[in-house]
């Protein structure tokens, strides 16, 4: 099957940026306090369920997957970019890495506690998104969590460099209620959002979402 021409833009785009991405882009300690909040909120949701493994979809050098295991989560890393994938087994290689798209995971029904989609689905073009958070209901377990955090808006941006480097990806921008809508329709129940207004560490209107698969209901005994 041909692979679509935007994980095609985003493995070359990130491929090229990836040192320079180590470079600039701040550790997760010096997040602002909202956003790290959140990460800890949902670690701890994830480690009290004991559901199964946290995957770090887009997880670039792994820096935030390291960081949810520091709260004692079992987590592992899955993105596109083969020189994001060597450069977190290089600085973590203590934790687990994988090259893959969240589009199609190798990854059993199930088989997760947690799913972090960390500021990786704005280079998704919205028709894809009903796929990719299909893929996210498949893998997770019944009760599993998913925190989402990305840009919110509505426009679509094509930057012609990023980090100062020639990138070709695309960056779509969805209303929070869109991407908590699409949500919902693959399944998951939110219960709990963020939104954050530009200012301070903040400097594009960004969001986070905590959504639940719901668990298994019980099966019918049946009696009446």
């Known amino acids: 099957m041909t692979e679509p021409s935007f994980l095609t833009a985003v ?6 940026v990836a040192t ?13 306090p909202l956003s790290r909040a959140m990460l800890a909120g949902f670690a701890e949701h994830v480690r009290t369920a004991g559901l199964g493994p946290v995957a770090d ?7 935030i997957t390291a960081y949810l295991a520091g709260f004692g989560v079992t987590a ?51 028709r894809w998104l009903p796929q ?10 019944p009760g599993g969590f998913l925190l989402w955090g990305d840009y919110v808006g509505d426009e ?16 779509h921008l969805l209303p929070l209620d869109r991407v908590a809508a699409l949500l919902g329709r693959a399944g998951f129940v939110v219960s709990a959002r963020l939104e954050q207004e530009p200012g301070g560490l903040v400097h594009r209107p960004r969001a986070c979402l905590l959504a639940r698969k719901p668990e298994r209901q019980p099966e019918a005994s049946g009696q009446d």
């Open 132 to 141: 990719v958070f299909a893929e996210f209901h498949r893998t997770l377990a």
């Open 57 to 63: 979809l887009g997880c670039g050098p792994g820096r």
């Open 76 to 126: 592992f890393g899955v993105d596109l970019s083969p020189k994001m994938i060597e450069l977190a087994r290089h600085a973590h290689p203590e934790l687990r890495f994988t090259e893959g798209a969240m589009s199609a995971l190798d990854t059993a029904d199930g088989a997760l506690g947690g799913i972090l989609a960390w500021y990786s689905t704005h280079h998704t073009p919205p």
């Open 11 to 16: 493995r070359e785009s990130y491929d090229t």
């Open 156 to 171: 679509r941006l094509r930057p012609t460099s990023g980090y100062g480097l020639p990138v070709s990806y695309e960056s």
């Open 20 to 32: 320079v991405y180590v470079e600039r882009v701040p550790p997760p300690a010096a997040l602002d």
